[in-house]
């Protein structure tokens, strides 16, 4: 791993402890993160077809690598506009339908930038989605459906949930934690 990927690793990995972990806005993280069962592929690709051939080169890392149960595609220099990259995770999704991983993996997405259609760019619920690059989220199926056997809350509270914390904690709260995932975390 060069100098640049580690410290893109270990940006995202500040942002998972502090923002994702720290805030429960993903009740499944915690545990995956603690044993090592995240991957973090920092890709290297500029264009789109790149970062496609990339979504779709992870995909086929996790058919074969079965401890690993989720995965991070990071774009440090790709996809920085935000409607780039909401065209690019459309393209994603119908590429991974048309390469057979329809119901296998699911994608999330997160862009620094990232903004709700139905929401103003300062509300603070579109943390609940910024990230400190552009990143698709690979998340087994088996493994969603295998943590939600264990989830005693409605499932389908948590994106509601979130919306509400990140409005109560409030935008400057929400662009501090972020920006602090952003400082070097290698000292």
């Known amino acids: 791993m060069t100098a640049f990927e580690q410290d893109v690793t270990e940006k995202t990995q500040a942002w998972l402890k502090s ?4 805030l429960n806005f993903c ?30 080169d992870e995909a086929v ?11 991070l595609l990071i774009f440090p220099d790709a996809l920085e506009s935000f409607d780039d990259f909401l065209d690019a995770l459309e393209i994603g999704d119908e590429l991974m339908v048309a390469q057979g991983y ?21 509300d603070a619920a579109n943390y609940t989605n910024r990230s400190p690059f552009p990143m698709l989220h690979l998340i087994r199926e088996s493994s969603i459906e295998k943590a939600l056997e264990h989830y005693t809350k409605d499932a389908d509270l948590i994106p509601e949930t979130n919306v509400q914390l990140a409005r ?8 501090a934690l972020l920006a602090d995932s952003l400082l070097d975390h290698s000292k």
């Open 19 to 22: 923002v994702v972990i720290g």
């Open 27 to 56: 009740p499944f993280a915690k545990p995956v993160f603690e044993r090592n069962q995240i991957h973090y592929q920092v890709s290297t690709a500029r264009a789109l077809e790149d970062c496609l051939k990339d979504l779709i």
């Open 61 to 71: 890392r996790l058919d074969g690598e079965l401890a690993i149960e989720t995965s």
């Open 102 to 122: 329809e119901g296998v993996y699911q994608l999330a997405s997160f862009h620094p930038d990232y903004c709700f259609s139905d929401s103003d760019e300062e």
């Open 168 to 175: 109560k904690l409030g935008l400057e709260k929400m662009q």
